[in-house]
């Protein structure tokens, strides 16, 4: 982590919530940052504001992507570096994403696709001749901590934040909830590359680095 290392470290992300999850695992590890609060589609800095700026699964959730990505260029020095890891359209957690969507209710106008973020050349269009240097390349995660395709589906069900709102707006309709969570155990299984007795998932990311052209 940069603010172990001695970096002056500011945290940013629009819930208050997953902020206060941050400091509590920032304390226990003995890092110091700074939190704000604040929209990726209206960062509250200056322009230039920081030598590198990364997103972790985060910016990928702003509903307009063109916007996100001006921010995120807006707030780094010229020649500083930028550095974005989304889930792919592919991977498991773009699948997951897409299995929810018949449950959910419709976006914002404008809205797009988080997993859009996961597209090399989408997110190339997205910085255009503002980014140079740029590298993209797939990885994975190996998910072994649930037991069971059950218990992950519990898991996210009250963890994770789309998770929440989907199934929080099928809550009147228990035949949708009943079918929501076939589904998500479904493809938990469909992915299970382990053996009996320990639920072994790989999920795909894509990490695109660049830096800011002068």
Request: hydrophobic share 40%; proline share 9%.
């Amino acid at each position: 982590m940069p603010a172990l290392a001695g970096a002056d470290v500011v945290a940013c992300d629009l819930t208050p919530a997953l902020l206060d999850a941050g400091r509590r695992l920032a304390e226990e590890s003995g890092a110091r940052l700074r939190w704000q609060e604040g929209d990726a589609e209206a960062l509250p800095f200056g322009d230039a504001a920081f030598d590198t700026v990364l997103s972790c699964v985060g910016v990928m959730f702003a509903p307009h992507h063109q916007r996100a990505a001006d921010e995120l260029l807006r707030v780094c020095r010229p020649g500083g570096a930028l550095g974005v890891l989304s889930w792919t359209p592919q991977g498991f957690l773009g699948r997951m994403l897409a299995a929810m969507k018949p449950y959910a209710p419709p976006p914002p106008p404008g809205a797009q696709p988080p997993p859009l973020w996961g597209d090399p050349e989408y997110v190339r269009a997205l910085l255009g001749d503002r980014a140079t240097d740029v590298s993209a390349e797939r990885r994975t995660v190996v998910v072994d901590r649930f037991p069971t395709p059950e218990a992950f589906r519990d898991y996210f069900k009250e963890r994770y934040g789309p998770t929440i709102s989907v199934y929080r707006a099928n809550a009147e309709d228990p035949e949708r909830v009943a079918s929501l969570d076939r589904d998500l155990a479904d493809l938990a299984r469909t992915h299970d590359v382990g053996t009996a007795g320990a639920t072994v998932m790989e999920w795909e990311y894509l990490l695109l680095t660049a830096r800011r052209t002068d």
